[in-house]
């Protein structure tokens, strides 16, 4: 008989890893005394997801709370609309799990991949007899000879050892699945739940695939592929795997058709890829109905105050903010969603800003504008702020060469001085002197060099001590004037495409005025060529 190593490769070793009601056990652990009894996480009229003792009564994810109720008159409901300490949670595992292997992937937030096959590797040279830890998926004894059976027992001590870890640190269980790929991970760990784990041996692949009751059970395919599917009456798993290769091609295209074809055999090559910080913060809230410009203000400025906490917590200075409004048409009765972005003044971030929030606000009204005219009716069904982009230093370019120089002067004098005091100094609010906050692996040598050097530029461009610093912090755009008819603190945080945008509004409303005003000084650029012709 072949080895069912020669039709898929077994030397990975993955664990997958999902927190058993993820919401309600954070709710518990902040309030213990809800351990005892049923309890449901509310989010708007549905119960997100329950405890365990809740499930006992039949409630189920997605339940409408009536119904939830019904079932368990006794029902404790917590609200779940915040997600900042789910959120912080997540992270927390995360960071855990990276003790154990460079490579932990985040899926949803109570959800990783951990390739532990490099720490397996090693293990093994150690030798010893051993059996496995938690459950075996599967009727089949057995097993293939490329040495996958080993790696994979061993595999499910290391699991065993990380979840442990995540009870005694984080106080939350969770269940795991291990396999040699991500795909038979995710489907084993569900199999026996909560508080459990599994291991599926390469052997017993096919036996899971096909135990699936529906083709939507495999990760990979949605709905609108399960959909596609149907329609071409694939409709399970079998028949997938029976399917002739070139008709799913049809179905489906090429690339995709490989793919669903292979997983239908429990085959998956997708490696473990590590997540980095998330590429936007942001949050979202759907509303009945706002069409008066107060109440869009007050629901925004709500939702940039968390925005911010969770802007805090990630530790980027973030460079663009981007504005979400769902507007709702009631000739068409069709909803859409309009967005608009804008850079932020980094410095916002970068130092303890007096009105922080209505500055930002400013320019979030500002991009509001762009996508609402106030003077029509609007009826906006969700409200959403994110921060999308996130600042870091550009390789190669002159401030960061400057920044080398600062570095060599600087080390010695403020190596003591903390982040959060560095932080705080007050920076120039149009400096284009790049902040960074994070490289993606920085050595501590070269994070601390970066955070003095931050530092010293702001502080040397406060003094103003010799002519050589501060042309560091003068290394910016054209300086935009105020308005008169603008609040000028207000204004020198807006960022520069926007204050561009309101005095050219301005110049439009009233030329006359600006070229005869003494007041209005045409502003003199900082350029780069100044810098250097100044410098000689
Ligand atoms: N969640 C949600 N909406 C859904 C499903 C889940 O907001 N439709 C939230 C609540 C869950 C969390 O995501 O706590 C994680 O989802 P899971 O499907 O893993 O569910 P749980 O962790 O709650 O339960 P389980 O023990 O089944 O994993
Ligand atoms: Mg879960
Ligand atoms: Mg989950």
Known sequence: MMSTSELD????????????????????????????????????????????????FGIKKCMLIAEARKLCPDLVLANGEDLHDYRQTSYQVTNLL???????????????????????????????????VGNVFGESSERCDCGCTRRLTLCTLVAQEIRDLIKSELNLTTCAGVAHNKLLA?????????????????????????????????????????????????????????????????????????????LSYGIDKTPVKPSGKPQSIGLEDACKSISVETEVKKKLEQLLHRLLVLVTEDGRVPKTIKLTVRKFDKDSKISHRETRQCNVNPSLFTSNQPNKDAKIMATVMHLFSRIIDPKKPYHITLLGLSFTKFQELPRNSIASFLRKDLEVQSVISIENQSAVEDASSSAPSTS????????PTPSPKKLKLSLVSKKRCFREYEDCESPSKLKVAELC????????????????????????????????KRPSEIFCSSQVKKSKPNTLLNYFIRNN
């Open 98 to 132: 990276q003790r154990y292997s460079a490579l932990v992937e985040r899926l949803g937030l109570d959800e990783n991949f951990i390739d532990v096959t490099t720490l397996v590797n090693e293990k093994v040279k150690q030798g010893g007899d051993l059996s496995v």
């Open 432 to 439: 284009n002197v790049a902040v960074e906050v994070e490289s």
């Open 9 to 56: 490769d077994h030397s990975r070793c993955i664990i997958h890893i999902d927190i058993d009601c993820f919401y309600a056990q954070v709710e518990m652990n902040k309030e213990p005394k809800l351990r005892s009894v049923p309890l449901g996480i509310q989010q708007k009229n549905i119960v997100v997801t329950s405890n365990y003792k809740a499930r006992e």
């Open 477 to 508: 755009l054209d300086s935009v004037p105020c308005p008169p008819d603008a609040d000028k603190d207000v204004f020198k945080e807006l960022p520069w495409e926007v204050q561009k945008e309101l005095w050219d509004d301005y110049k439009r």
């Open 186 to 262: 995710k489907l084993a760990g569900s199999r026996h739940k909560p508080n459990q784990q599994t291991v599926v041996f390469p052997n017993s692949a096919l036996e899971l695939m096909l135990s699936l009751s529906s083709l939507m059970s495999i990760p990979g395919i949605g709905r609108a592929m399960f959909e596609q599917l149907h329609k071409s009456d694939i409709k399970t798993v079998e028949d997938l795997q029976n399917t002739d290769f070139k008709k799913l091609e049809t179905v489906t295209g090429s690339d995709k058709a490989h793919f669903i074809y292979n």
